[in-house]
């Protein structure tokens, strides 16, 4: 097995890991990943309601979407939405379209082997656009283009929702260079001063677990 075929089979594992550590006081990583997972979709919810004027959550795109745990997270919670997972990686959705055949969705989420930089999907065709844990990993040249892919992508007054690392203790930081070369410039980027230069309003940003933020921000008009 190849060493990207292999990475697509530690995702599981490695997510699960992720949620025990967010909050350590909780018994699984189940009861952490549920509370996480739920704090941001909340955010993303309440975010909805206040900004897009009642437009109904028909279409939600998940950029970077891995194996797709983002995704179905997103399909359970927005059932009627047609959701779309993309990524780059084709072992990792592989993996994330054998899982969807045994969800047994009314509506099963599709999936898009892309670039988010740079889709091909129709622009203003998504209520909400998710940026799931996927700017840390890039560049800030690569985040730049995502965002405004996303809004691109977004109907007006849409949500877009971005979930990542929120500061880090310097020792943690430290291990997770190691495997995460792009830590800096993700730390570097404005979030709120990019979102603003590419036509997004109503920027907001809270803690969705103590190591995480969720920032969501309005496609313009
Ligand atoms: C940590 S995973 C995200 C996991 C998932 N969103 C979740 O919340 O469980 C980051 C993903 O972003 C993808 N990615 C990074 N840059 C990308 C790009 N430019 N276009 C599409 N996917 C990208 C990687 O292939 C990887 O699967």
Redesign the pocket.
């Known amino acids: 097995m190849d060493v990207r075929s292999q990475a697509a089979f530690d995702c599981e594992p490695a ?1 699960r890991a992720l949620w025990k550590r967010t909050f350590p006081a909780l018994d699984s990583w189940k009861e952490a990943g549920e509370l996480s997972r739920g704090n941001w979709a909340d955010a993303i919810d309440s975010h909805h309601a206040s900004f897009s004027g009642g437009l109904p959550v028909g279409d939600v795109v ?5 194996t797709a ?2 995704s179905r997270f997103l399909a359970d919670r927005f059932p009627t939405a047609q959701v779309t997972g ?4 084709p072992y ?1 959705l592989a993996v994330a379209q054998r899982q969807e055949k045994d969800a047994m969705r009314k509506k099963p989420i599709r999936f898009v082997h ?4 740079c889709t091909g999907l129709p622009s203003k065709s998504f209520d909400v656009v998710s940026i ?3 700017l840390h ?2 560049p800030q040249s ?1 985040s730049r283009k ?1 965002l405004r892919e996303a809004h691109r992508l977004l109907k007006p007054m849409g949500t877009l929702a971005i979930t990542d690392q929120s500061k880090l203790h310097p020792a943690l930081w430290i291990l997770m260079k190691s495997t995460e070369p792009w830590l800096d410039e993700f730390y570097r980027l404005d979030l709120e001063a990019e979102l603003q230069e590419c036509g997004f309003t109503n920027y907001r940003s809270v803690l969705t677990n103590p190591r995480h933020f969720t920032a969501t921000a309005t496609a313009a008009m």
């Open positions: 997510t998940d950029l970077g979407c891995s745990n983002s993309l990524d780059l990686s990792f892309a670039n988010a930089e799931a844990y996927v990993e890039c690569a995502i």
